[in-house]
Protein backbone atom coordinates (compact mmCIF):
# COMPACT_ATOMS: atom_id res chain seq x y z
CA UNK A 1 0.00 0.00 0.00
CA UNK A 2 1.69 3.42 -0.86
CA UNK A 3 0.52 6.53 1.93
CA UNK A 4 -2.47 8.30 1.06
CA UNK A 5 -2.27 11.41 -0.76
CA UNK A 6 -3.86 13.17 2.61
CA UNK A 7 -0.17 13.19 3.87
CA UNK A 8 1.32 14.60 0.78
CA UNK A 9 2.44 18.55 2.07
CA UNK A 10 3.91 19.68 -1.40
CA UNK A 11 2.91 18.29 -4.61
CA UNK A 12 4.14 19.41 -8.45
CA UNK A 13 1.48 18.17 -11.09
CA UNK A 14 2.88 18.15 -14.70
CA UNK A 15 0.19 18.45 -17.30
CA UNK A 16 -1.81 20.59 -15.02
CA UNK A 17 -3.12 23.05 -17.64
CA UNK A 18 -5.75 21.03 -18.69
CA UNK A 19 -7.80 17.70 -18.85
CA UNK A 20 -6.78 15.35 -16.03
CA UNK A 21 -3.73 16.78 -14.87
CA UNK A 22 -5.64 20.44 -14.55
CA UNK A 23 -8.35 18.14 -13.09
CA UNK A 24 -6.25 16.52 -9.94
CA UNK A 25 -4.46 19.66 -9.06
CA UNK A 26 -7.29 21.63 -8.15
CA UNK A 27 -8.93 18.22 -6.51
CA UNK A 28 -5.90 17.67 -4.62
CA UNK A 29 -5.24 22.01 -3.34
CA UNK A 30 -8.96 21.01 -2.55
CA UNK A 31 -8.31 18.47 0.16
CA UNK A 32 -8.75 19.55 3.70
CA UNK A 33 -5.03 18.47 4.25
CA UNK A 34 -4.30 22.16 2.09
CA UNK A 35 -1.43 20.68 0.66
CA UNK A 36 0.37 23.66 -1.56
CA UNK A 37 0.38 22.50 -5.58
CA UNK A 38 2.41 23.56 -7.62
CA UNK A 39 1.19 23.44 -11.54
CA UNK A 40 3.00 22.72 -14.68
CA UNK A 41 2.54 23.31 -18.39
CA UNK A 42 3.16 25.68 -21.36
CA UNK A 43 -0.19 28.02 -21.99
CA UNK A 44 0.40 31.30 -20.37
CA UNK A 45 -3.35 31.94 -20.36
CA UNK A 46 -4.13 28.38 -18.51
CA UNK A 47 -1.30 29.01 -16.23
CA UNK A 48 -2.84 32.15 -14.98
CA UNK A 49 -6.30 30.72 -14.65
CA UNK A 50 -4.37 28.07 -12.51
CA UNK A 51 -2.89 30.62 -10.34
CA UNK A 52 -6.54 32.63 -9.92
CA UNK A 53 -7.88 29.30 -8.43
CA UNK A 54 -4.75 29.28 -6.09
CA UNK A 55 -2.22 27.39 -7.50
CA UNK A 56 1.16 28.16 -8.24
CA UNK A 57 1.70 28.08 -11.79
CA UNK A 58 5.52 27.23 -13.24
CA UNK A 59 5.48 27.80 -17.18
CA UNK A 60 8.25 24.42 -18.52
CA UNK A 61 7.98 23.31 -21.41
CA UNK A 62 8.91 19.33 -21.01
CA UNK A 63 10.49 18.30 -24.29
CA UNK A 64 13.36 20.30 -23.22
CA UNK A 65 16.69 19.02 -23.43
CA UNK A 66 18.36 17.29 -19.93
CA UNK A 67 20.72 20.45 -18.91
CA UNK A 68 17.40 22.45 -19.30
CA UNK A 69 15.22 20.18 -17.17
CA UNK A 70 17.57 19.27 -14.47
CA UNK A 71 18.02 23.46 -14.19
CA UNK A 72 13.76 23.30 -13.76
CA UNK A 73 14.00 20.04 -11.04
CA UNK A 74 16.90 22.26 -9.36
CA UNK A 75 15.15 25.49 -9.20
CA UNK A 76 11.74 23.72 -8.40
CA UNK A 77 13.49 22.25 -5.36
CA UNK A 78 15.30 25.72 -4.15
CA UNK A 79 11.84 27.53 -4.28
CA UNK A 80 9.87 24.15 -2.77
CA UNK A 81 11.90 22.33 -1.11
CA UNK A 82 9.19 20.84 1.02
CA UNK A 83 7.99 19.32 -2.60
CA UNK A 84 7.23 15.38 -1.46
CA UNK A 85 4.61 14.48 -4.48
CA UNK A 86 5.23 14.66 -8.05
CA UNK A 87 2.15 13.69 -10.40
CA UNK A 88 3.38 13.56 -13.81
CA UNK A 89 0.41 14.26 -16.22
CA UNK A 90 1.71 15.79 -19.70
CA UNK A 91 1.03 13.49 -22.21
CA UNK A 92 0.62 13.85 -26.01
CA UNK A 93 -1.15 11.41 -28.53
CA UNK A 94 0.03 11.33 -32.00
CA UNK A 95 -2.37 8.73 -34.82
CA UNK A 96 0.73 6.62 -36.37
CA UNK A 97 -0.16 4.98 -39.67
CA UNK A 98 2.74 2.61 -41.70
CA UNK A 99 0.93 2.57 -44.75
CA UNK A 100 1.55 6.32 -45.20
CA UNK A 101 4.37 8.84 -44.54
CA UNK A 102 5.48 8.49 -41.21
CA UNK A 103 6.43 11.75 -39.09
CA UNK A 104 9.88 10.56 -37.69
CA UNK A 105 10.30 13.96 -35.68
CA UNK A 106 6.75 13.57 -34.62
CA UNK A 107 7.47 10.13 -33.12
CA UNK A 108 10.22 10.55 -31.64
CA UNK A 109 8.62 14.57 -29.40
CA UNK A 110 5.68 11.96 -28.32
CA UNK A 111 8.14 9.01 -27.00
CA UNK A 112 10.32 11.75 -25.35
CA UNK A 113 7.63 13.60 -23.92
CA UNK A 114 5.51 10.89 -22.79
CA UNK A 115 8.41 8.44 -21.79
CA UNK A 116 11.83 9.95 -21.25
CA UNK A 117 11.31 13.09 -19.99
CA UNK A 118 8.81 11.62 -16.75
CA UNK A 119 12.25 9.30 -16.67
CA UNK A 120 14.61 12.25 -16.82
CA UNK A 121 12.33 14.20 -14.22
CA UNK A 122 12.12 11.34 -11.53
CA UNK A 123 15.96 11.12 -11.83
CA UNK A 124 16.52 14.13 -11.01
CA UNK A 125 13.83 14.90 -8.37
CA UNK A 126 15.11 11.57 -6.97
CA UNK A 127 18.06 12.40 -4.79
CA UNK A 128 15.93 15.22 -3.20
CA UNK A 129 13.13 12.92 -2.54
CA UNK A 130 15.05 10.35 -1.07
CA UNK A 131 16.32 13.27 1.52
CA UNK A 132 12.81 13.84 2.37
CA UNK A 133 11.75 10.40 2.76
CA UNK A 134 14.48 9.51 4.94
CA UNK A 135 13.20 12.48 7.24
CA UNK A 136 10.00 10.39 7.33
CA UNK A 137 7.60 12.19 5.23
CA UNK A 138 6.25 9.87 2.83
CA UNK A 139 6.89 10.91 -0.90
CA UNK A 140 4.60 9.82 -3.82
CA UNK A 141 6.15 9.29 -7.14
CA UNK A 142 2.92 9.47 -9.80
CA UNK A 143 3.13 8.79 -13.41
CA UNK A 144 0.20 8.85 -15.48
CA UNK A 145 0.27 5.81 -17.73
CA UNK A 146 -3.19 4.86 -19.71
CA UNK A 147 -5.50 1.82 -20.37
CA UNK A 148 -3.45 1.56 -23.45
CA UNK A 149 -0.27 0.68 -21.52
CA UNK A 150 -1.82 -2.98 -21.37
CA UNK A 151 -3.99 -3.58 -24.46
CA UNK A 152 -2.60 -0.86 -27.31
CA UNK A 153 -4.49 0.96 -29.86
CA UNK A 154 -2.69 -0.08 -33.30
CA UNK A 155 -3.77 3.67 -34.95
CA UNK A 156 -1.94 4.92 -31.68
CA UNK A 157 0.95 2.44 -32.13
CA UNK A 158 3.68 4.52 -30.92
CA UNK A 159 1.47 6.12 -27.62
CA UNK A 160 0.63 2.98 -27.18
CA UNK A 161 4.22 1.95 -26.60
CA UNK A 162 5.39 4.87 -24.78
CA UNK A 163 2.64 4.44 -22.12
CA UNK A 164 3.44 0.77 -21.99
CA UNK A 165 7.46 1.48 -21.42
CA UNK A 166 5.82 4.16 -18.28
CA UNK A 167 4.00 1.65 -17.20
CA UNK A 168 7.01 -1.05 -16.92
CA UNK A 169 8.94 1.58 -15.60
CA UNK A 170 6.41 2.15 -12.55
CA UNK A 171 6.52 -1.73 -11.88
CA UNK A 172 10.54 -1.46 -11.54
CA UNK A 173 10.60 2.03 -9.81
CA UNK A 174 8.37 0.48 -7.08
CA UNK A 175 10.69 -2.56 -6.51
CA UNK A 176 13.96 -0.52 -6.38
CA UNK A 177 12.20 2.22 -4.11
CA UNK A 178 10.51 -0.43 -1.69
CA UNK A 179 13.18 0.04 0.96
CA UNK A 180 11.91 3.96 1.04
CA UNK A 181 9.48 6.15 2.37
CA UNK A 182 8.96 6.80 -1.92
CA UNK A 183 5.80 4.79 -3.24
CA UNK A 184 5.15 4.95 -6.80
CA UNK A 185 1.74 5.01 -7.60
CA UNK A 186 0.60 4.65 -11.03
CA UNK A 187 -2.46 6.58 -12.48
CA UNK A 188 -3.88 4.83 -15.52
CA UNK A 189 -7.03 6.51 -16.92
CA UNK A 190 -9.45 4.62 -19.25
CA UNK A 191 -10.93 7.23 -22.14
CA UNK A 192 -11.21 10.46 -20.37
CA UNK A 193 -12.78 13.49 -21.09
CA UNK A 194 -10.29 15.69 -21.81
CA UNK A 195 -8.53 17.86 -24.89
CA UNK A 196 -6.01 15.17 -25.50
CA UNK A 197 -7.45 13.95 -28.61
CA UNK A 198 -8.28 17.55 -30.33
CA UNK A 199 -4.48 17.46 -32.38
CA UNK A 200 -5.94 14.42 -34.09
CA UNK A 201 -9.47 15.84 -34.72
CA UNK A 202 -10.94 12.37 -33.17
CA UNK A 203 -12.83 14.50 -29.93
CA UNK A 204 -16.32 14.33 -31.40
CA UNK A 205 -16.20 10.35 -32.09
CA UNK A 206 -14.37 9.90 -28.54
CA UNK A 207 -17.17 11.95 -26.40
CA UNK A 208 -19.45 10.11 -27.35
CA UNK A 209 -17.70 7.10 -25.14
CA UNK A 210 -15.53 8.87 -22.83
CA UNK A 211 -15.69 9.04 -19.07
CA UNK A 212 -16.82 12.55 -17.66
CA UNK A 213 -13.52 14.24 -16.16
CA UNK A 214 -15.45 14.70 -13.01
CA UNK A 215 -16.44 11.43 -12.33
CA UNK A 216 -12.99 10.51 -13.38
CA UNK A 217 -11.17 12.49 -11.48
CA UNK A 218 -13.43 11.79 -8.25
CA UNK A 219 -12.74 8.02 -8.56
CA UNK A 220 -8.79 9.00 -8.80
CA UNK A 221 -8.99 10.96 -5.87
CA UNK A 222 -10.62 8.38 -4.10
CA UNK A 223 -7.65 5.48 -5.11
CA UNK A 224 -5.35 7.99 -4.61
CA UNK A 225 -6.35 9.15 -1.09
CA UNK A 226 -6.67 5.11 -0.36
CA UNK A 227 -3.18 4.76 -1.33
CA UNK A 228 -3.56 2.36 -4.04
CA UNK A 229 -0.43 0.89 -5.86
CA UNK A 230 -1.96 1.43 -9.02
CA UNK A 231 -5.37 3.97 -9.49
CA UNK A 232 -7.42 2.52 -12.59
CA UNK A 233 -10.85 2.84 -13.35
CA UNK A 234 -13.22 1.46 -16.53
CA UNK A 235 -11.67 -0.43 -19.11
CA UNK A 236 -7.98 0.08 -17.98
CA UNK A 237 -9.17 -1.28 -14.77
CA UNK A 238 -10.23 -4.33 -16.22
CA UNK A 239 -7.27 -5.02 -18.57
CA UNK A 240 -4.49 -3.88 -15.45
CA UNK A 241 -6.41 -6.66 -13.36
CA UNK A 242 -6.66 -9.27 -16.37
CA UNK A 243 -2.84 -8.98 -17.63
CA UNK A 244 -1.39 -7.12 -15.55
CA UNK A 245 -1.81 -7.30 -11.99
CA UNK A 246 -0.76 -10.91 -12.07
CA UNK A 247 2.62 -10.06 -13.27
CA UNK A 248 3.23 -7.22 -10.32
CA UNK A 249 4.05 -10.55 -7.53
CA UNK A 250 6.27 -12.34 -10.43
CA UNK A 251 8.72 -8.77 -10.49
CA UNK A 252 8.92 -8.73 -6.41
CA UNK A 253 9.82 -12.21 -7.14
CA UNK A 254 12.23 -11.81 -9.53
CA UNK A 255 13.67 -9.11 -7.79
CA UNK A 256 13.86 -10.77 -4.29
CA UNK A 257 16.14 -13.73 -6.41
CA UNK A 258 18.20 -11.50 -7.91
CA UNK A 259 18.96 -9.77 -4.63
CA UNK A 260 19.78 -13.04 -3.16
CA UNK A 261 21.99 -14.36 -6.00
CA UNK A 262 24.03 -11.00 -5.34
CA UNK A 263 24.90 -11.35 -1.62
N1 LIG B 1 -7.87 11.65 -21.80
C1 LIG B 1 -7.70 10.36 -22.01
O1 LIG B 1 -8.53 9.69 -22.63
C2 LIG B 1 -6.49 9.68 -21.46
C3 LIG B 1 -6.51 8.29 -21.34
C4 LIG B 1 -5.40 7.65 -20.84
C5 LIG B 1 -4.30 8.38 -20.45
N2 LIG B 1 -4.29 9.72 -20.59
C6 LIG B 1 -3.09 10.45 -20.17
O2 LIG B 1 -3.44 11.43 -19.23
C7 LIG B 1 -2.50 12.49 -19.28
C8 LIG B 1 -3.23 13.81 -19.38
O3 LIG B 1 -3.92 13.84 -20.60
P1 LIG B 1 -5.28 14.63 -20.79
O4 LIG B 1 -6.26 13.68 -21.29
O5 LIG B 1 -5.58 15.41 -19.61
O6 LIG B 1 -4.89 15.55 -22.04
P2 LIG B 1 -4.83 17.14 -22.23
O7 LIG B 1 -6.06 17.78 -21.73
O8 LIG B 1 -4.45 17.32 -23.65
O9 LIG B 1 -3.62 17.58 -21.29
C9 LIG B 1 -2.29 17.35 -21.64
C10 LIG B 1 -1.42 18.19 -20.76
O10 LIG B 1 -0.05 17.93 -21.10
C11 LIG B 1 0.63 19.16 -21.20
N3 LIG B 1 1.72 19.06 -22.17
C12 LIG B 1 1.71 18.52 -23.40
N4 LIG B 1 2.89 18.71 -24.01
C13 LIG B 1 3.67 19.41 -23.13
C14 LIG B 1 4.97 19.92 -23.18
N5 LIG B 1 5.77 19.77 -24.26
N6 LIG B 1 5.44 20.60 -22.10
C15 LIG B 1 4.68 20.76 -21.00
N7 LIG B 1 3.43 20.29 -20.90
C16 LIG B 1 2.92 19.63 -21.96
C17 LIG B 1 -0.41 20.16 -21.67
O11 LIG B 1 -0.04 21.46 -21.26
P3 LIG B 1 0.41 22.67 -22.22
O12 LIG B 1 -0.17 22.41 -23.57
O13 LIG B 1 -0.09 23.90 -21.55
O14 LIG B 1 1.88 22.59 -22.20
C18 LIG B 1 -1.64 19.70 -20.92
O15 LIG B 1 -1.67 20.29 -19.65
C19 LIG B 1 -1.60 12.21 -20.49
O16 LIG B 1 -0.39 11.63 -20.05
C20 LIG B 1 -2.41 11.21 -21.28
O17 LIG B 1 -1.60 10.38 -22.07
C21 LIG B 1 -5.37 10.40 -21.07
Known amino acids: MAPSINSSKCVLV ?18 PSHPKVIGVGRRKDRLAGLKEAGIDAQ ?37 IH ?51 AYIPAPWIANYSASKAALHSLCSSLRVQLEDTNI ?3 EISPPLVE ?17 MPLDEYTKETMKGL ?6 VCSGMAKIAYEK ?18 HSK
Open 14 to 31: TGATSGIGRALALAIAAL
Open 59 to 95: EFDISADRAVTKSFVEGMIQKYPEIDTLVLSAGVQRE
Open 98 to 148: FKKRVDLDAIATEMHINYFSILTMISYFMPHLLKIAASGQPCIVAPVTSGL
Open 183 to 185: SVI
Open 194 to 210: SELHDAEGTTETLSKLW
Open 225 to 230: QKGDNV
Open 243 to 260: FEQPKEEMISELAKHAAT
